[in-house]
């Protein structure tokens, strides 16, 4: 945790929204989220130290270097099972701090060949960010390189990993009004002085496909993430063409439904997501149903989602923290455990974090998948 100030401040970038939007009116929550995480300038993850206990937000590689480990040994049996390539991508999406990267490289150590076939491909937005991955990674035995946009990265048999990243892509919000369904956008209050919420005057067409009002009550929250889609269109059309696996972890549901789940938070605190953009972090549920539709559209298959604890559970995360633990001094061994239980357990994030796999349709299910 951490006691730095979190008054809420209006921030250059809210200034610059707010003029924008009183000359070409209120602009889409996706529009508003893309700008206050990835403003080149003054977006959250360009200008502010995000993640970590020294940040406003933690992940579980940040938390127990066990999560990555065990990742690490399921890339390597997941490459087993693809025929051990000579050469293939090992990408992550928003790789934050290197932590994650870092953790399963080390674990995936035990098998050399797997580390020499391997290219390392980084997808990161921030040059903040990418810098601490290029200190972070220098030790380990890959040279990796850093992509800006997924179809930057040449084709090749590929396994990809997402933690924490399918959160932080914008989402559009639609709110049912009493005969149908209108876009909540973001505008400016009554006064023109804040940012605020407003209703979009015009219906939403209807190829985006939401709910029928009759399953829905006036009020309530449909979110869709077209840019969730996207990019799990780009990684399908590649694992249906290349062989490979996108292991996907993040909080949220399993089923499409209605709520309203934009949050912001800053010095680990839930934060009103519209007060001082460029601040906060930003992030909203992932629908991982709409991620499975999207991926057999595509041609890939798709396996779970599981609830992140049972996932690390049936990887031996029991196993791997009792071997960490031995020889350690208690207090060393109290916090290995402490870690674990925070990334696994079902009252902490165990159950509300979830992990898909998507999969080219000739593998057979990677571990922790097997009979789901
Ligand atoms: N996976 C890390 C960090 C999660 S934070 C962890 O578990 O600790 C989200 C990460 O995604 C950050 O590195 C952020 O800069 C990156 N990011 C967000 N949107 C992105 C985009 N559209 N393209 C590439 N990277 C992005």
Not at 151 to 167: G, K, M, Q, R, T
Not at 357 to 364: A, F, Q, R, V, Y
Request: aromatic share 8%; with cysteine; glycine share 8%.
């Amino acid at each position: 945790m951490t006691d730095r100030a979190v008054a809420a401040e209006t921030t250059p970038l809210e200034e610059r929204l707010i003029e924008l939007i009183k000359l070409k009116g209120p602009m889409t929550v996706a529009d508003y989220m893309a700008d206050a995480l990835g403003h080149p300038h003054d977006g959250y993850y360009m200008s502010e130290q995000a993640i970590g206990a020294e940040g406003d937000f933690t992940t579980a590689p940040e938390i127990s270097q066990v999560f990555g480990e065990l990742i690490g040994l399921w890339l390597v049996e997941a490459w087993r099972g693809m025929g051990s390539p000579e050469a293939f991508n090992l990408i992550e999406l928003g790789p934050g701090r290197g932590v994650l990267m870092a953790d399963m490289l080390r674990a995936a150590r035990l098998r050399p060949d797997f580390t020499k076939a391997a290219q390392v491909w980084l997808l990161e937005t921030s040059g903040r960010l990418r810098h601490e991955q290029q200190k972070r990674l220098r030790a380990s035995d890959v040279k990796p390189l850093w992509a800006d946009e997924f179809a930057d990265i040449p084709p090749a048999p590929s396994l990809i990993i997402a933690n924490e990243f399918f959160d932080c892509l914008p989402i559009r919000q639609f709110q049912r009004i009493k005969n149908g369904w209108r876009e909540r956008l973001v505008g400016l209050d009554p006064d023109g002085a804040k940012l605020d919420f407003v209703k979009g005057r015009t219906p939403p067409p209807a190829e985006y496909q939401l709910p029928d009002i009759a399953e829905s009550e006036e009020g309530e929250i449909f979110e869709v993430s077209f840019a969730a889609r996207d990019f799990t269109t780009d990684i399908c059309r590649l694992l249906a063409e290349q062989k490979g696996h996108a292991l996907i972890a993040d909080y949220g549901h399993m089923a499409s439904g209605l709520g309203d789940t934009l949050q912001a938070v800053r010095a680990h605190q839930y934060w009103p997501p519209l007060a001082s953009p460029g601040h906060a972090d930003i992030t909203a549920h992932v629908d991982f149903e709409a991620l499975a539709r999207v991926a057999i559209d595509n041609g890939a298959v798709a396996h779970g989602p599981v609830s992140q604890g049972r996932f690390l559970d049936r990887l031996g995360l029991s196993i791997r923290v009792e071997l960490l633990c031995k020889g350690k001094a208690l207090t060393k061994a109290d916090e290995i455990r402490a870690g674990a239980a925070r990334i696994a357990a079902p009252n902490q994030m165990g159950e509300i974090f979830k992990v898909l796999c998507l999969s080219s349709p000739s593998l057979p299910a990677p571990a922790g998948f097997e009979d789901l």
